[in-house]
T-cell receptor, first 116, second 114 residues
Framework: GENVEQHPSTLSVQEGDSAVIKCTYS??????FPWYKQELGKRPQLIID?????GEKKDQRIAVTLNKTAKHFSLHITETQPEDSAVYFC???????????????FGTGTKLQVIP | GAGVSQSPSNKVTEKGKDVELRCDPI?????LYWYRQSLGQGLEFLIY????????KSGLPSDRFSAERTGGSVSTLTIQRTQQEDSAVYLC????????????FGQGTRLTVV
């Protein structure tokens, strides 16, 4: 099955600086890579996703890149703000199975702290 | 419409007791996941249900843990003879049949074993 590794486990940045979180995956057939943000005491929520036919996607201060050859993808947050402080999870969706079923495998999470 | 609902939101139980945690997925979602999250830790996969397929139980940490999903909708995670190390937040998530779609999480059940 799919194995997703995520680094770093913790990350502290000064407000206004950029933050980068990196993930690798093992199943070359994976074709969907979402990122979730979990604020303290709350449930994880999708913030951005990328599909295997796209190399980069941007949404305001957040961008994701995907390198299928190397089987890694990254989350980039620019001009970080204190409200960006949270745990971020990457994930990979494995091979499309009969009936369109998928299984999402999550990374272990990165705790981002933005220091004012 | 309603999101993923979990109950109870908090549960305190004595060591050795059995507990049942409930998850109501979004209507029509065929995929359902259970995860465990210890304080400050990542998401530990427990079990995955998809339609009528056999569940993927590869993440269950011991035979004290079991889960079922009745009628392809509501799921119950049962922990028998609870231990203190079972204390964690148990999260449920569901997603639609279509591939490459968002997983929606419930608010979680915080289990404390004393």
């Amino acid at each position: 099955g799919e194995n997703v590794e995520q680094h770093p486990s913790t990350l502290s940045v000064q407000e206004g600086d950029s933050a980068v979180i990196k993930c690798t995956y093992s199943d070359s057939a994976s074709n969907y890579f979402p990122w979730y943000k979990q604020e303290l005491g709350k449930r994880p929520q999708l913030i951005i996703d990328i599909r295997s036919n796209v190399g980069e996607k941007k949404d305001q201060r957040i961008a994701v890149t995907l390198n299928k050859t190397a089987k890694h993808f990254s989350l980039h947050i620019t001009e970080t703000q204190p409200e960006d402080s949270a745990v971020y999870f990457c994930a990979a969706s494995d091979t499309l199975r009969a009936g369109g079923y998928q299984k999402v495998t999550f990374g272990t999470g990165t705790k981002l702290q933005v220091i004012p | 419409g309603a999101g993923v609902s979990q109950s109870p939101s908090n549960k305190v139980t004595e060591k050795g007791k059995d507990v049942e945690l409930r998850c109501d997925p979004i209507s029509g979602h065929t995929a359902l996941y259970w995860y465990r999250q210890s304080l400050g830790q990542g998401l530990e996969f427990l079990i995955y249900f998809q339609g009528n397929s056999a569940p993927d139980k590869s993440g269950l940490p011991s035979d004290r843990f079991s889960a079922e999903r009745t009628g392809g909708s509501v799921s119950t995670l049962t922990i028998q003879r609870t231990q203190q190390e079972d204390s964690a937040v148990y999260l449920c998530a569901s997603s639609p049949t279509a591939a490459n779609t968002e997983a929606f999480f419930g608010q979680g059940t915080r289990l404390t074993v004393v």
